[in-house]
C-alpha cells in the first residue's frame, strides 16, 4: 500500500450501535440499501440504512487495519 503524504483517510464509516466508535463499511461510497456491518471492537453486527453512514475518519486504532 502507498498513500501520498499524510491525507487525511476518510472512508465510509457507521457509528457502532454497540461500541458507539466510527467503524468502517468497506463501501467506496453512501450505498442505496442497508448493509450489514460487523464491528471490529465489539463484534457487534447489526444492519445500518444510508443515512446512517457518513464519510468520516475512522476510530482511532483502526486506520492501520487487520489488527485484533
Ligand atoms: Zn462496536
Same mark, same amino acid.
Given at each position: 500500500? &502507498?498513500?501520498?503524504?499524510?491525507?487525511v483517510?476518510?472512508? *465510509?464509516?457507521?457509528?457502532?450501535?454497540? =461500541?458507539?466508535?466510527?467503524? #468502517? @463499511?468497506?463501501?467506496? &461510497? *453512501?450505498p442505496?440499501? #442497508? *448493509?450489514?456491518? /460487523? =464491528? #471490529?471492537?465489539?463484534?457487534?453486527?447489526?444492519? $445500518?440504512? #444510508? @443515512?446512517?453512514? $457518513?464519510?468520516? /475518519?475512522? &476510530?482511532?486504532?483502526? *486506520?492501520?487495519?487487520?489488527?485484533?
Amino acid at each position: 500500500m &502507498s498513500f501520498h503524504g499524510a491525507a487525511v483517510r476518510l472512508a *465510509i464509516v457507521v457509528t457502532c450501535k454497540g =461500541c458507539q466508535k466510527a467503524i #468502517p @463499511t468497506g463501501e467506496r &461510497s *453512501i450505498p442505496d440499501n #442497508p *448493509i450489514a456491518v /460487523r =464491528c #471490529p471492537i465489539c463484534n457487534e453486527h447489526r444492519q $445500518y440504512r #444510508p @443515512t446512517e453512514l $457518513y464519510e468520516g /475518519r475512522l &476510530s482511532f486504532g483502526l *486506520i492501520q487495519g487487520g489488527k485484533r
